[in-house]
């Protein structure tokens, strides 16, 4: 069950549409070029999580795509629209809800924008919750591209996710669940569909890590909630360099997303590592408070 709605200058709510039914051209860019943009959030009972820093990362990614995406009440409006139908058609309860933007039809001299709100899928946590088995994958580049070479879009949410889901399919092949990129220079960078986050503690001082931005990585959404709500719990934090080593010895390692939430991860090309359940509990805890928050 997938409830549509475009954002249509004429329906100033948005324009709902048929889930079921083919809605896009095919010859919009988005489909044909992968270029565009996306953001994926929770919703629970209705109501969007985080949406502002979502939209935040929408308007960098369309800087970064010379995009002009509609206004920000706009995509409120529109998926303001798509929740109260998801909630008419299927219930309360957790929803995925992505904003999309392409450039449009090829000659067109409009975007299009949508919103895609559908209930979680069952088990999409359960799956996780034992740990993940995880491969060490080369993403080509080093850690420092980003600044020389921003038309590569690194730091970008788009659409052009073939190597990230290749990535993932090669992880399944070969006996795992998951995979976080490393630079060719051998900095830890992010999973194809999170962020990489690990713990360590030392003389009694809590510390979360997350690799640094400057390297080219997606900015997450849930990994900043995460690292505030830890602060104001007594966490220490910090941002790389991080390299595989520092995986390897952290107490305890991460991949987080807006709708997986926390992911343990508990081997690394075949060896395990150190993870905790008490340590997962906690931050759950805390991410969900903090989600919980407009």
């Known amino acids: 069950m997938t409830v549509l709605v475009f954002l249509d200058p004429g329906f100033p709510e948005g324009r709902l ?20 943009i ?74 299009t924008a949508w919103v895609a709100a559908s209930p979680l899928p069952a088990g999409s946590r359960e799956r996780t919750a034992d740990g993940l088995a995880v491969l060490l994958l080369d993403r080509g580049y080093d850690s ?31 006996g795992a669940d998951d995979v976080i990129f490393t630079s060719s220079d051998g900095k830890v960078l992010e999973g194809p569909t999170s962020s990489v986050i690990l713990a360590v503690e030392e003389d009694g001082v809590k510390t979360l890590l997350t690799p640094e931005l400057e390297s080219g990585i997606l900015p997450g959404t849930t990994q900043r909630a995460l690292f505030d709500a830890a602060e104001a719990a ?44 008490a340590l997962t509990e906690e931050l759950t805890s805390l991410l969900r408070e903090a989600l919980s928050e407009a």
């Open 38 to 111: 996306f953001e994926s959030m929770l919703a629970v009972d209705g109501k969007p999580r985080k949406m502002a820093a979502h939209l935040d990362r929408l308007g960098s990614s369309a800087q970064a795509l010379d995009l002009v995406p509609p206004a920000r009440d706009a995509w409120e409006r529109a998926v303001a629209t798509a929740l109260a139908q998801l909630m008419l058609q299927a219930g309360p309860g957790e929803a995925v809800v992505k904003l999309l933007l392409t450039r449009g039809a090829e000659g067109a001299a409009s975007p």
């Open 17 to 36: 549409a048929d889930g079921s039914e083919p809605q896009l051209m095919a010859t919009d860019l988005g489909a044909t070029r992968g270029d565009g």
């Open 144 to 174: 420092t591209l980003a600044e020389r070479a921003p038309w590569l879009l690194l730091g970008a949410k788009t659409l052009s996710y073939a190597v990230n889901m290749a990535a993932l399919r090669y992880a399944k092949a070969n």
């Open 234 to 277: 007594g966490w220490a934090r910090g941002y790389g360099p991080l390299e595989p080593v520092h995986l390897m010895e952290a107490d305890a390692v991460w991949l987080v997303s807006s709708i997986r939430l926390l992911a343990p991860v508990t081997s690394i090309d075949g060896t395990p590592i150190s993870s905790s359940p």
